[in-house]
């Protein structure tokens, strides 16, 4: 007997915008891309092509997944504007990004990166941990950059400061294939796209009129 097809998810990445950082960590972005695309699942991005944000939506694209990128008018030009995105949505400011990714998302996925990976990070953590959602959290590190943070969040509970239960929200893995279990294990798919149809038609959907209701 065959097993029943896994439900396709939308699966937000959050990895790093900056041009400066090792080849390994793009390697495990175009991986994590892969492996999503491998899976059936739905690409969410910031919509852009820079860095290891736009390895993991070439792969996963390469590799046949839908992608749909969400990015501020602001950044277009900065980040690359990923205009090989299935869809692309444009929006007036951050804050209606951030909250476009997360509410188009059945799950959260944070790879190694910068300032703005960790505000993504810790934006659905906390919201994660204050009961607003249930979507599994999870991070990707397999060379521990993130260590002294996970450390530091671990001296805030210590000291009182953050509740035990808040650290236990999020799942900390070291390969794309455990990020993809955890996410599948733990995730309800509600939302996800199908999965891109080959059919030619490349053109993404620019829409600057997003609403975050
Ligand atoms: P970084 O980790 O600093 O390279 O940033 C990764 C991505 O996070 C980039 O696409 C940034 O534009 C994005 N980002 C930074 N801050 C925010 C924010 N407050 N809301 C939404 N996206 C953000």
Redesign the pocket.
């Known amino acids: 007997m065959t097993e029943p097809a896994r439900p396709a998810l939308a699966v937000c990445v959050?990895?790093?915008?900056?041009s400066g950082i090792s080849g390994a960590h793009l390697d495990l972005a175009a991986e994590v891309g892969t492996e999503l695309a491998r899976r059936g699942h739905v690409l969410i991005s910031?919509g852009?092509l820079a860095?290891a944000?736009g390895a993991v939506a070439r792969a996963a694209r390469d590799g046949g997944a839908r992608t749909v990128g969400v990015i501020p008018q602001a950044?277009a030009g900065a980040?690359i504007a990923d205009s090989e995105s299935d869809e692309l949505l444009v929006t007036a400011d951050?804050?209606t990004?951030?909250a476009e990714m997360m509410r188009r998302a059945d799950a959260y996925l944070t790879l190694p990166?910068?300032?703005?990976?960790?505000?993504?990070l810790l934006e659905v953590w906390t919201t994660r941990a204050l009961g607003l959602h249930g979507k599994p959290v999870v991070v990707l590190d397999p060379d521990g950059i993130f260590a002294p943070f996970r450390e530091f969040t671990g001296q805030l509970c210590a000291q009182g400061f953050v509740r035990p239960g808040a650290l236990d929200v999020v799942t900390w893995v070291t390969s794309a294939a455990a990020a993809l279990d955890a996410i599948e294990q733990q995730a309800v798919p509600a939302q996800a796209s199908p999965r891109r149809v080959q059919d030619g038609s490349r053109e993404p959907r620019m829409d600057s009129t997003i609403s975050t209701a």
């Open positions: 959050f990895c790093a915008s900056a910031g852009g860095a944000m950044l980040e951050m804050c990004r951030k990166g910068g300032l703005g990976t960790l505000d993504e």
